[in-house]
C-alpha cells in the first residue's frame, strides 16, 4: 500500500511558492522601462491581429512579453485607467522612454513574472525530488527562492530571471530524462527550451547542454552493454536530440506571432542581434576593478561577477562541495549516479559562463543561469554536510540541513526591497564589490529618497531633477525632469555616477555638488547609493570657510570636500570659492597642486576657474566664483598624507600673488594649504573576516566528517 505523504511534505510546496512569492511581489524595483512599454505595445498587436508588428527587439523577449502584456491588459481593464504605453505611438524607441508610469502599473507588469518564477522555483523543487532525495530538493528550492541576485532580477521587468528559471527546468528535465528514459521529459525540456530562447536568445545554450548530457548517457551505456556504437548513437543521441530540437522549434514559433506571417522579419531580427551583441559590447559604460569601460571587460568579468553575486551561504557549500567531491574521488576512485547529475550541473554552470564570455556585450545579470545551477549543487553540499556530522541523529541531521537555510533568509530578507544590496561578504562585501563591479544597477535607494520628499506638505509642487528619472517618478508626488533641467532639487545615483553614464549631461553638477554635504543620502552597508541635494544658489557659501587674501584683489573664501579619507585610485571631487575684492583687469591662473609627504608634485590642474570658463578678468567684485576640480588619485599611489594646495599666479612670469591669512601673516611659498588627505589601501571590513571564518569553519567541518568516513 501506497504511504500517503504526510503534512509536512505538502506543506513544503506551499512554504516554498509563498517564500518565493512574497518578496518578489512586494515593492518592485524596477529601474528598466523599456519591456513595460514593448509588452504593451506586444499585446495590443497580437489582439488586433496585426501579428507582423509584434517582433520589439533582437532578443527576442517574446517569452516575456505574453505574460507582462495580459498582466497589463488585465490590469487597464479592471482599473480603467488610460495606460501610460499609450502616451507614445508604438514604433517610438523604448530606450527613451522615461515615463512616468504609476508602481501600480508596473506592479501589474511584475506579478505575473513573479507568480510564474515562483511556480518554476516550486517545479524545480518537484524535479529535484525525483532526481535526488526530499531533503535535498527542498535545500534547493529554498537557496532558489532566497538568491539575493535571482531575488532581484526577479523583482525587475527584464528577460533574465525568467529566462533562467526556463533554462534551468530545461536542464533538469533533460537529467530526468537521462535517468528515467521517458520520452515525455524529453519533450518537455525542449518545450522549455524553445520558450527559454524565446525570451532571450543565449538560452540556445540549452541545445549544446542537451548534447553534453545524451553524450554522457551514451558513453555509460556502452561501458555497460557493450554494442554498436552506431545505432546507439542514432537512437541514444542524434534522434534524441533531433526530438528535443524540434520541439523546442515548434514552441519557438507557435508563440512567436510574427513567425506566422513574416518569417524572414522575426528571424532576421534575432539573427542581427546574435551578431551584433557578439562582436559589439554594450552600448553603454560599465565599471569593472575600478575603470570605466565602453569596450569588452574581458574573460574574468563573469568570474569577479559571479564570485559577488553568489550569497555566502551558496559560496560556502560551493566550496564544501569542491572539497569533500576532491577526496570521495581520491578515496572511492568512482562517481555515484547522483554525482554525474552535479557534475553536468556543473558543466551547465561553466560552459554558459563559457559561452557569455564569448561575446563583447557583457552585464553582471548575465551570470543568473549559472548561479542557479551552482544553488543545486550548494544544497547537495548542505545535506552531505548535515549527514555526515549527524551521523544516525536524523534530528539533528535535519537541524543542521535547516541552518544554512536560516542564515540565508536571514541575511537576505531584511534586505527588501533592495535584494541587489547584498553583495557576498566572503568576496569581500559592498564596499569590496563597489570597487570591482556596476552596483546599484536596479536604481536602489531612489524611492527612499522620493519617500523622504513625500512627506513634506508642498511636495506636489516641488520639481526634482533626477538621474534615473524613471524609476524616481514612479513613486514621487511632485515633478519629476532631466538632471540637468532647473529644479528645486537634484538626485544623483551611483548607477551613473560611477560608470560615467551620459557624464555629459551631469558631470558639471555632480562635480559641483557631490563635494558638499547632501540634504539626505542612501547607503547600505556604508556604501552610498543616491543622494539628494537643494538646487544651489550662485551666492551658496563654502561648507569649509577661510579668509585669505591673495595680491591686494582677490580673496580665497573657503572649500567643499565631503571627505579627506581617500583610497588609492578614488576619485575626489572638491570646489574652491574665489572672490575679486575690487576691479581685475589682469589675466591670472589658479593653481592647485596634491603634494606627497615628502613634497614631490602627485596631481595638478592649472588655469582659469571653472574648468578655463571663468577667467579672473570676468570675475565681478564681490561674486562668489565656484571652481570645481576632481583629483583621480593613481590605483598604485603609496599611503600617506598628502597635502591640497592652491593659490594664483601670472602664467606669463609664472609668479605667485602674495598670499595672506586671517591673521595677515604671509603664507609660505605663497600657497593656500587647503585640506590633507589621508591616503589609505581599501581596509577589509570586519563582517568579510568573519563571515570567511566562519565559512573556513563548515569547510574544515566537511573535510573532518568526510576523511572520517569509513
Known amino acids: 500500500m501506497k504511504r500517503r505523504a504526510s503534512i509536512p511534505y505538502r506543506a513544503i510546496p506551499v512554504l516554498l511558492f509563498l517564500t518565493a512569492l512574497i518578496p518578489r511581489l512586494l515593492r518592485p524595483v524596477s529601474r528598466p522601462l523599456v519591456w513595460y512599454l514593448r509588452s504593451a505595445h506586444f499585446i495590443d498587436a497580437v489582439l488586433a491581429g496585426d501579428w507582423a508588428n509584434t ?59 513573479a507568480l510564474l518564477i515562483s511556480l518554476g522555483i516550486v517545479v524545480a523543487w518537484w524535479m529535484l ?36 528559471t526556463l533554462m534551468l527546468l530545461s536542464a533538469l528535465a533533460l537529467l530526468l530524462y537521462r535517468r528515467e528514459r521517458r520520452r515525455r521529459w524529453l519533450l518537455l525540456s525542449g518545450a522549455l527550451g524553445g520558450l527559454a530562447t524565446l525570451v532571450k536568445t543565449p538560452a540556445i545554450f540549452l541545445l549544446p547542454f542537451a548534447g553534453l548530457v545524451l553524450l554522457v548517457d ?40 510574427t513567425l506566422w506571417v513574416d518569417p524572414q522579419k522575426g528571424l532576421g531580427a534575432v539573427m542581427w542581434g546574435i551578431t551584433h551583441h557578439a562582436s559589439t559590447a554594450h552600448d553603454t559604460p560599465t565599471y569593472f576593478l575600478g575603470q570605466v569601460l565602453k569596450e569588452d571587460p574581458g574573460p574574468v568579468f563573469y568570474a569577479v561577477a559571479l564570485l559577488f553575486r553568489t550569497g555566502e551561504v551558496e559560496l560556502t557549500f560551493l566550496a564544501v562541495a569542491v572539497a569533500t567531491g576532491a577526496l570521495w574521488w581520491i578515496r572511492h576512485r568512482r562517481i555515484p549516479p547522483k554525482g554525474i547529475d552535479l557534475l553536468l550541473l556543473v558543466a551547465y554552470a561553466f560552459f554558459f559562463l563559457a559561452q557569455m564570455s564569448l561575446g563583447a556585450k557583457k552585464m553582471p545579470r548575465y551570470v543568473l543561469p549559472s548561479i542557479l545551477a551552482l544553488d543545486v549543487l550548494a ?97 514621487f508626488r511632485g515633478t519629476t525632469v532631466d538632471i540637468d533641467e532647473p529644479a528645486d532639487y537634484l538626485v544623483f545615483h551611483r548607477n551613473y555616477t560611477v560608470r560615467d553614464y551620459k557624464v555629459e549631461q551631469w558631470g558639471g553638477l555632480w562635480e559641483r555638488y557631490a563635494p558638499r554635504t547632501p540634504e539626505q543620502e542612501v547607503a547600505f552597508d556604508g556604501v552610498p547609493y543616491a543622494w539628494l541635494y537643494p538646487a544651489l544658489p550662485s551666492d551658496v557659501p563654502p561648507e569649509h570657510s577661510a579668509q585669505v587674501h591673495l595680491g ?5 573664501l573657503g572649500y567643499d570636500l565631503r571627505s579627506t579619507e581617500v583610497a588609492p585610485g578614488d576619485r575626489v571631487p572638491f570646489v574652491l570659492y574665489w572672490q575679486a575684492t575690487e576691479p581685475v583687469t589682469a589675466d591670472l591662473s589658479i593653481f592647485v597642486h ?45 599611503e600617506g598624507e598628502y597635502l591640497l594646495t592652491t593659490g594664483l599666479y601670472d602664467w606669463q612670469t609664472g609668479e605667485r600673488l602674495p598670499a595672506f591669512g586671517s591673521d595677515g601673516a604671509r603664507l609660505a611659498e605663497d600657497r593656500i594649504e587647503v585640506a590633507r588627505l589621508t591616503v589609505h ?26 576523511w572520517r568516513e569509513r
Open 681 to 706: 589601501h581599501p581596509r577589509t571590513h570586519p563582517a568579510a573576516w568573519i563571515a570567511r571564518g566562519l565559512a573556513g569553519l563548515v569547510l574544515a567541518s566537511a573535510l573532518f566528517a568526510t
Open 129 to 164: 525530488l525525483r532526481l535526488f532525495d526530499q531533503p535535498t530538493a527542498t535545500a534547493a528550492g529554498f537557496l532558489l527562492a532566497l538568491s539575493p541576485y535571482y531575488l532581484t532580477q526577479s523583482k525587475v521587468l527584464h528577460l533574465d530571471a525568467w529566462m533562467a
Open 379 to 475: 544544497a547537495a553540499a548542505i545535506v552531505a554536510w548535515a549527514r555526515s556530522l549527524a551521523g544516525d541523529h536524523r534530528r539533528w541531521a535535519a537541524a543542521l540541513m535547516a541552518l544554512p537555510l536560516l542564515v540565508q533568509a536571514g541575511l537576505v530578507l531584511p534586505r527588501h526591497p533592495y535584494y541587489g544590496t547584498g553583495l557576498n561578504w566572503i568576496a569581500g562585501g559592498p564596499t569590496a564589490a563597489a570597487r570591482a563591479i556596476l552596483i546599484g544597477e536596479e536604481g536602489e535607494g531612489l524611492a527612499d529618497l522620493a519617500a523622504y520628499l513625500n512627506e513634506r506638505p508642498d511636495a506636489e509642487h516641488l520639481t526634482v531633477a533626477a538621474q534615473l528619472k524613471h524609476v524616481f517618478n514612479q513613486t
Open 594 to 638: 596634491l603634494l606627497a609627504p615628502s613634497g614631490d608634485l602627485v596631481w595638478q590642474d592649472d588655469g582659469a576657474a571653472a574648468h578655463g570658463t571663468r577667467p579672473t578678468w570676468s570675475w565681478p567684485v564681490g561674486e562668489t566664483v565656484a571652481d570645481p576640480h576632481t583629483i583621480a588619485l593613481p590605483a598604485d599611489l603609496p
Open 55 to 113: 517582433v520589439y527587439s533582437e532578443h527576442p523577449g517574446v517569452g516575456l512579453m505574453w505574460p507582462v502584456g495580459i498582466g497589463l491588459k488585465v490590469y487597464w481593464t479592471l482599473s480603467g485607467i488610460s495606460p501610460a504605453a499609450y502616451t507614445v505611438p508604438p514604433d517610438f524607441e523604448p530606450i527613451h522612454f522615461f515615463g512616468p508610469v504609476p508602481l501600480a502599473e508596473i506592479s501589474a507588469g511584475i506579478a505575473p513574472l
Open 552 to 556: 591686494t584683489g582677490f580673496r580665497f
Open 218 to 257: 551514451l558513453l555509460q551505456r556502452a561501458i555497460r552493454e557493450p554494442q554498436s556504437l552506431t545505432r546507439s548513437a542514432i537512437r541514444d543521441l542524434l534522434l534524441p536530440l533531433a526530438i528535443w530540437l524540434a520541439t523546442a522549434a515548434l514552441v519557438y514559433v507557435a508563440l512567436f506571432p
